[in-house]
């Protein structure tokens, strides 16, 4: 199993452009989520998901976009790139709410 | 509201020291399930241990043994005779059981282990 991939490892994007962050899981895990990570503040959640065709907010979606067309994918959309959207991004997948989760390996991201 | 708070920023120890990492967190519910996990310098996440709100038995795994108190609503974490290798950034996190599909961070001790 390769648990956890995402691409790209690192990115950089002008002010204004858009992207996707691809995260995929091989586990058969129904719970996926986004968060980024900054200097000081641990791990915040953008977006999750329980299921394909199911979706929510976290902590922090404004700026991003998920969709979940199948149980092994949960891509990050970028709308319009901002330089606060420097971060350090993580897919994360896991069995089910409360289970363990586990973390892609994370994709750089810098917005000049 | 709910959160977790790793009041120590930074910690330096010399190796073979035992260091102990706390965690505080706050709910009002009263199902929930904490997490410890690993951040090397290579920044991947490693898991280390998930706990529920029902078992308060402390856990031991070599030199790594955490302390989960409900009175004082503490998650302790506790390396006994450090290494260089276990230099890295360790977080805490809860996960209510009425909101199990998120996961709430604290913002992580950064643990330096030196020679």
């Known amino acids: 199993n390769a648990g956890v991939t995402q691409t790209p490892k690192f990115q950089v994007l002008k002010t204004g452009q858009s992207m996707t962050l691809q995260c995929a899981q091989d586990m058969n895990h129904e719970y996926m989520s986004w968060y980024r990570q900054d200097p000081g503040m641990g791990l915040r959640l953008i977006h999750y998901?329980?299921?394909?065709?199911?979706?929510d907010q976290g902590e922090v979606p404004n700026g991003y976009n998920v969709s979940r067309s199948t149980t092994e994918d949960f891509p990050l959309r970028l709308l319009s790139a901002a330089p606060s959207q420097t971060s350090v991004y993580f897919c994360?997948?896991?069995?089910?709410?409360?289970?363990?989760?586990?973390f892609g390996p994370g994709t750089r991201l810098l917005v000049l | 509201a709910q959160k977790v708070t790793q009041a120590q920023t930074e910690i330096s120890v010399v190796e073979k020291e035992d260091v102990t990492l706390d965690c505080v967190y706050e709910?009002?519910?009263?199902?929930?399930?904490l997490f410890w996990y690993k951040q090397p310098p290579s920044g991947e996440l490693v898991f280390l241990i998930r706990r529920n709100s029902f078992d308060e038995q402390n856990e031991i795994s070599g030199r790594y043994s955490w302390n989960f108190q409900k009175s004082t609503s503490s998650f302790n974490f506790t390396i006994t005779a450090s290494q260089v290798v276990d230099s890295a950034v360790y977080f805490c996190a809860l996960c209510l059981y009425s909101s199990a599909s998120k996961i709430i961070f604290g913002s992580g001790t950064r643990l330096s282990i030196r020679p």
């Open positions: 998901s329980v299921g394909a065709g199911i979706t």
């Open positions: 994360a997948s896991s069995y089910g709410g409360g289970e363990t989760q586990y």
């Open positions: 709910t009002r519910d009263t199902t929930y399930y």
